[in-house]
């Protein structure tokens, strides 16, 4: 079993839409989570970090963590077709950042 | 452009053979990290230097090799190629020793193809 999973999609929505991304993990002492986005031909980058359990805002984005469940996961409000990449989970462990394997969402105008 | 250079884009190889990825860091950071990324496995964690040294290591074959070089960039050697070693090679960079805020900033990435 993978440390962390996630949906690889495609997720396709309508521009507007709101966007839920997910991922879920199996080691509890994670404590940092992070979401990259990873446009095509590119590298991926950071988009948010939450420390424990907690909800964080950042402009149309929010990132929500429940420890509980071992559940995270990215909201996009009024999303963009320039939001269309590659969203991918990532979590601290000790020196390690480990990584979801991503979900291609897709935004039509 | 997230300021971390890697090198070559692209390599097309035979199986067998070895190659040598470059990678130089942003200025200022002293950590590396190497990634793996591909379609059925997604970005697997290689290894890490920080400041020269080996930090931590994750799901690296032995058949890859890294090191960190006194001016901070870093090489990763892929030796006795196979099919299954096709792959995006990410390198990435921080300023601190551990992920501390996960803000790593990866290059672009070198795409291998084995044949």
């Known amino acids: 079993q993978k440390e962390v999973e996630q949906d690889p999609g495609p997720l396709s929505v309508p521009e507007g839409a709101i966007v839920s991304l997910n991922c879920t993990y199996s080691?509890?002492?994670?404590?940092?989570f992070m979401w990259y986005r990873q446009y095509s031909r590119k590298g991926p980058e950071l988009l948010m970090y939450?420390?424990?359990?907690g909800n964080k805002e950042d402009g149309r984005f929010t990132a929500q963590v429940d420890k509980s469940s071992k559940y995270i996961s990215l909201f996009i409000r009024d999303s963009q077709p320039s939001d269309s990449a590659t969203y991918l989970c990532?979590?601290?462990?000790?020196?390690?950042?480990?990584f979801g394997s991503g979900t291609r969402l897709l935004v039509r105008p | 452009d997230s300021g971390v250079t890697q090198t070559p884009k692209h390599l097309i190889t035979a199986t067998g053979q070895r190659v040598t990825l470059r990678c130089s860091p942003r200025?200022?950071?002293?950590?590396v990290y190497w990634y793996q990324q591909s379609l059925d496995q997604g970005l697997q964690f290689l290894i890490q230097?920080?400041?020269?040294?080996?930090?931590a290591k994750g799901n690296i074959l032995e058949r890859f090799s890294a090191q960190q070089f006194p001016d901070l960039h870093s090489e990763l050697n892929l030796s006795s190629l196979e099919l299954g070693d096709s792959a995006l090679y990410f390198c990435?960079?921080?300023?601190?020793?551990?992920?501390?805020?996960?803000?790593?900033?990866f290059g672009e990435g070198s795409r291998l193809t084995v044949l």
């Open positions: 990435a960079s921080s300023a601190r020793g551990d992920p501390n805020t996960g803000e790593l900033f």
């Open positions: 230097y920080y400041n020269g040294e080996e930090r």
């Open positions: 939450t420390y424990s359990s």
């Open positions: 200025s200022g950071d002293l950590s």
């Open positions: 080691n509890s002492a994670f404590q940092y």
């Open positions: 990532a979590m601290r462990s000790s020196y390690k950042l480990i």
